[in-house]
């Protein structure tokens, strides 16, 4: 089954400059915990507990973050506020975490293709941490719970309004059962007017190995970068590539708006 979790995580963040000047954007919280904290979480949920994360410059605070803190832990053992390091301790103990790092930004496909090193010759799971989901069932377990059946590629989607096609990868796809496409076509961020439709691609993927040989083969696409969506076009003219219609919330806190929606949900949920 799935072990493993790849988190491309070494982008710059410029949405959240300054805030993401020496901070990494993964690490931005929701109230108290941060973006890429909720993912492994998530993964952990589904089973999964090898985390591979491919960093880049100034993203050393995600390594601390998964590390023990000795000085904070003598501070505050025994003391009424040891509690709040329950989440991130139970996260440390269950978890192996592994790094690379992308040294040119040459785009999603590069950053998959980084992490090869990491995952080897076994199918993987990919989280993008900026996309925050909150479901009953966590998305990665819904979709691994499906890959039992079909053993391929799955790629979550949503459904987005039509207006906003050009921030998202987009597919095309026969509805084979509930929520579940067989992709045959793919595009990356289209304008409005040439999507196929407003199935949009959020970030979280289960691929297989051979997909690393293909992104070897992808030219630049979109934005003159190595797309994972035009190599997953490429394996699905091959073998099946599946979209999952997943059942839940998602948040693009990649944007101020998706962040600021998140904390308040959030807060609304888990604080008040
Ligand atoms: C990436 C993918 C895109 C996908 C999106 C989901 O884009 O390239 O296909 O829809 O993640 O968040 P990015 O948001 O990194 O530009």
């Known amino acids: 089954m799935i072990k493993k979790c790849l988190f491309p995580a070494a982008g710059y963040g410029t949405r959240f400059l300054p805030a993401t000047k020496a901070t990494p954007k993964e690490m931005l919280p929701i109230l108290t915990k941060p973006l890429i904290q909720y993912g ?18 100034g993203k050393r605070a995600i390594e601390d973050h998964f590390d023990i803190s000795y000085e904070l832990e003598h501070q505050i053992k025994g ?110 961020k289209p304008e409005p007017k040439n999507a196929p439709s407003n199935l949009a691609i959020i970030g979280r993927y289960l691929l297989t190995p051979d997909i690393f040989d293909i992104i070897r083969k992808t030219k630049p696409g979109k934005g003159g970068e190595i797309q994972i969506t035009d190599a997953l076009l490429e394996q699905s003219k091959k073998s099946m590539v599946l979209a999952y219609k997943f059942d839940g ?20 949920k888990e604080i008040k």
């Open 79 to 188: 003391t009424s506020k040891e509690h709040y390091l329950t989440e991130i301790r139970d996260v440390i103990t269950k978890c192996t975490f592994s790094y690379t790092r992308q040294i040119e930004m040459k785009g999603l496909g590069h950053a998959i293709l980084s992490g090869e090193t990491l995952i080897g010759n076994e199918a993987f799971a990919v989280v993008l941490a900026d996309d925050l989901c909150d479901a009953p069932k966590g998305v990665l377990s819904q979709m691994i719970e499906l890959y039992k059946k079909y053993q391929c590629p799955i790629i979550a989607i949503e459904e987005v309004p039509k207006d906003q096609t050009n921030k998202y990868g987009v597919i095309v796809g026969e509805e084979i059962s509930k929520n579940v496409y067989m992709i045959s076509d793919m595009v990356e």
């Open 40 to 57: 492994v979480e998530e993964a952990l949920a589904a089973g999964i507990d090898t985390m591979a994360i491919v960093t880049g410059r």
């Open 249 to 268: 919330q998602r948040f693009d806190c990649g944007s101020i708006d998706g962040f600021v929606n998140a904390t308040n949900y959030f807060y609304e």
